[in-house]
């Protein structure tokens, strides 16, 4: 049984060691500098309310089971959440719209959603203003979390389990051996440690410098007050009998606390913390995730709440704080173990929202291999190395408070810092009017102003306000003429590692599901699984010769697994930034490309999915015969220090067979006809490749993980399947993560969503359960408050025979 310490006793220690000691891992050890169960963290002085809705599926469902869980605990023979439902205000159109978006991704996450009119609202929450309101999404499940509580009750279950939690106990050092962690330095001695989990949330920056690690954690200061008592709320006993309120268009929100109200704002500055300058418990006047009020900040939080509450005009604030809290670069957690030191595992920025649901993940992670819910979003080896300066880190944290209640399209990019990483590329693409969106950390096409003449040629449809955003109709027109001729994509922003040395192939044959005994210019498309066989990854490799391959993954986190694994002859490395990719696709690619080489590039002499070395003029380059995008055509790649030459000697090429640039927007447009997958969207760890209809991608026999589980599963007996939506106006438009509903019902969830400009189609993947997966099944996909009807289609809409790939 491995020795475990937990490194902070707020609501994700005491829930993690709930969780593992219940699973039987019981040597487990909570070291806390403060006094249980009142530590002094976010956990102390935050007001618990709990908003289940979330744009992220596996967010929504650590926040379900955070409230299943402590709904489900008693403290004194009450409950630990007090289910007052939630309501969310919309004073505005906009807002109103945003509501009903809201709503669908509550429902597709299996949370009990609905938009009510004013009048529903004031019955729910008699204080609220009838004339501002315009309706509101309410959640009957959602709530206050009374987490002091809920620790105590963890805590002690733990303890009566085995495990043991040491007060008044700061750390000090990580001691570590061989790569790995051994114990815990703290005031009170040394801990014996094959596990270290550090919960150190505020402080969790601190924790990460004694071990090298830097946190993409941003500690900020966040204003919360609470009335005397009102008079309007004097009929009432309990604790909390209201729902709890947002008011996103003021960044305010509110709860009840017996017969006074909190009121919180987001409306103020970004006020960052150094988590090396919170002040200790012995120091701090009330406890140090608490700070001394600043007036100044509080400036038109009233205002902003006596419009929807006037009862507030002439309450008394009797208790004020800056309390303090985690943002992250992306907004989402960190968890799992560290690449860079075994054993040491993190769940730190965790809200009390999501608290017992990353706690339950972490803990299947740690005893089984890996959580039963995809957590790709919020695996702490998921950034790249600009987001982990401390520069970067404070800004990005601090944008992210601002927006917290701001209304964001999906695409919608950060602003700042931009541009941060460019490819060689760039200039050309600025040139042709790009319109540029990130992907990490690269400016990335989305389409080119320059092909705007392509509209005379293509009749594209309209979309609505929303779905119109970050989108031209120039995407439409691109996608059309790179079917009918051939177009140049940027596909340098996916990552490109090579794996090499004595041993490779045996090692990727265990670590893959492809067959890769072929002869070296050989590609393969191969999942990665974990051992329940639910896919991790899916990576494109390609042989360069015995032992080298080139390999397209879709993560740092796929990287560092996969060196993690790799015994010490292989060598697994990153070559992303040292090399570029374009993409050339359409029917006139190879005439192109045979212009510029004096190689013969035939379909016999490169036939689909083979490589091949070879010049493009003076290039260097490596010749792909593949295409993500389901179109004839090539992957190109070369160095770094080639790339501008690479798209001169194309483009001036290409003049003759009328090449276009062509941007991301085209890509998804054309890879969604093909019905290609894109991992993380389309499918994740909770989907076996039988499911995601990636099963031919899975070798016979056994040798590589997640094997025995694979077959083990009846393709004939699935509970669900990805399936391909068409919808029955080709003008109604969805994005992704919209409801899918059978009989009214909801029955599944969108993926990725796009117009299909070559077919003529809206199209959209969708997880439908497996009943309603024969083709022809009517369905209908929720967008906003329009339920849109769809069928299941044929899997691809486009060239299904693969004639157009393999000529």
Aim: hydrophobic letters at 40%.
């Amino acid at each position: 049984m491995p020795k475990v310490v937990i490194i902070g006793a707020g609501i994700v220690g005491c829930s993690l060691a709930d969780e593992l000691t219940e699973r039987g891992y019981n040597d487990v050890t909570v070291i806390e500098k403060g006094k249980l169960w009142k530590p002094g963290g976010s956990t102390s002085h935050a007001p618990g309310v709990v908003f289940q809705t979330n744009g992220s599926r596996t967010m929504a469902q650590f926040a379900r089971q955070t409230v299943e869980k402590l709904y489900s605990l008693r403290h004194s023979g009450e409950t630990c959440f007090l289910k007052v439902g939630s309501l969310e205000m919309a004073t505005t159109p906009e807002r109103l719209a945003d509501l009903h978006r809201r709503a669908g991704l509550a429902m597709s996450a299996g949370i009990n959603a609905r938009v009510i009119t004013p009048d529903e609202a004031l019955k729910l929450h008699p204080l609220l203003v009838r004339d501002k309101l315009l309706g509101a999404l309410y959640v009957p499940d959602d709530g206050i979390a009374r987490a002091i509580q809920a620790d105590q009750v963890m805590g002690e279950r733990s303890i009566s389990r085995g495990a043991q939690f040491i007060s008044e106990c700061e750390v000090l050092a990580i001691d570590q051996g061989d790569g790995r962690v051994t114990g815990v330095q703290t005031t009170q001695g040394t801990f014996p440690a094959d596990i270290v989990i550090s919960c150190a949330g505020i402080w969790g920056p601190k924790i990460g410098a004694m071990v090298g690690m830097s946190k993409a954690i941003q500690p900020l200061a966040h204003q919360l007050c609470y009335t005397a008592p009102m008079p309007e709320l004097a009929s009432y006993k309990g604790e909390a009998e209201l729902p709890v309120l947002r008011h996103q268009g003021s960044d305010l929100y509110f709860k009840q606390r017996g017969q006074s109200l909190a009121v919180g704002w987001y409306g103020h500055r970004p006020l960052t913390v150094k988590a090396e300058d919170i002040l200790p418990n012995e120091l701090a006047e009330v406890m140090p995730s608490q700070m001394p009020f600043t007036p100044g900040e509080w400036k038109g939080a009233m205002e902003g709440a006596t419009e929807v509450i006037p009862a507030l005009k002439g309450s008394e604030i009797v208790e004020s704080m800056n309390g303090l809290f985690s943002f992250t670069v992306d907004n989402f957690p960190l968890m799992g173990e560290w690449s860079g030191l075994k054993g040491f595992w993190v769940a730190e920025a965790v809200w009390i929202t999501h608290a017992c649901g990353v706690a339950r993940a972490m803990a299947e992670w740690i005893v089984n291999g890996h959580p039963s819910l995809a957590v790709h979003e919020c695996d702490v080896n998921r950034f790249e190395t600009h987001q982990l300066g401390s520069q970067h880190i404070e800004e990005r944290g601090a944008q992210n408070y601002v927006e917290v209640y701001d209304l964001l399209h999906p695409l919608q990019p950060m602003e700042s810092p931009r541009p941060l990483r460019t490819t060689g590329f760039y200039q050309r693409q600025q040139e042709l009017g790009g319109f540029f969106l990130e992907a990490s950390g690269y400016e990335r096409p989305q389409w080119y102003e320059a092909n705007a003449g392509l509209l005379n040629r293509y009749d594209i449809p309209k979309r609505d306000e929303w779905s119109s955003k970050f989108w031209s109709p120039i995407i439409g027109a691109e996608a059309c003429a790179v079917r009918e001729g051939v177009g140049l994509f940027d596909i340098t922003t996916l990552k490109r590692i090579e794996v090499t040395g004595k041993g490779a192939l045996e090692f990727l044959e265990r670590m893959t599901t492809g067959n890769l005994r072929k002869k070296p210019g050989s590609i393969t498309y191969c999942l990665m699984l974990n051992e329940t066989a639910g896919i991790m990854s899916d990576i494109t490799v390609m042989r360069r010769s015995e032992q080298d391959f080139f390999i397209g993954v879709n993560s740092n986190i796929d990287i560092n697994y996969l060196r993690q694994e790799a015994p010490d002859t292989v060598h697994v490395r990153d070559i992303t930034a040292g090399t570029v990719g374009l993409g050339l696709f359409g029917p006139k690619s190879r005439e192109l490309v045979q212009s510029l080489t004096r190689d013969d590039i035939s379909n016999e002499a490169l036939s689909y999915f083979k490589l091949k070395n070879t010049y493009l003029g003076h290039v260097p380059v490596m010749l792909c015969r593949l295409s993500y995008c389901g179109e004839m055509g090539y992957e190109i790649y070369t160095t770094a220090d080639f790339a501008l030459k690479l798209w001169d000697t194309l483009w001036e090429a290409g003049k003759n067979y009328g090449l276009i640039g062509a941007g991301r927007g085209a890509f998804n447009s054309m890879r969604l006809e093909k019905g290609y997958r894109s991992y993380g969207t389309d499918m994740n760890s909770e989907h076996n490749p039988h499911e995601a209809g990636l099963s031919f991608a899975v070798r016979k026999g056994g040798g590589f993980k997640g094997a025995e589980a694979f077959h083990s599963v009846d393709p004939n007996t699935l509970s669900r399947r990805l399936v391909c939506l068409v919808l029955e106006n080709p003008e109604n438009v969805v994005l992704g993560k919209e409801s899918v509903l059978h009989h009214s019902n909801v029955v599944g969830y969108v993926t990725s969503a796009y117009f299909g400009h070559t077919i003529g189609k809206q199209l959209a993947y969708a997880w439908v359960p497996a009943a309603l997966s024969m083709q022809g099944t009517e369905l209908s996909i929720r967008y906003f408050d329009c339920d849109y009807p769809a069928s299941v289609g044929q899997d691809p809409q486009f060239d299904p025979q693969m004639t157009r790939l393999r000529s």
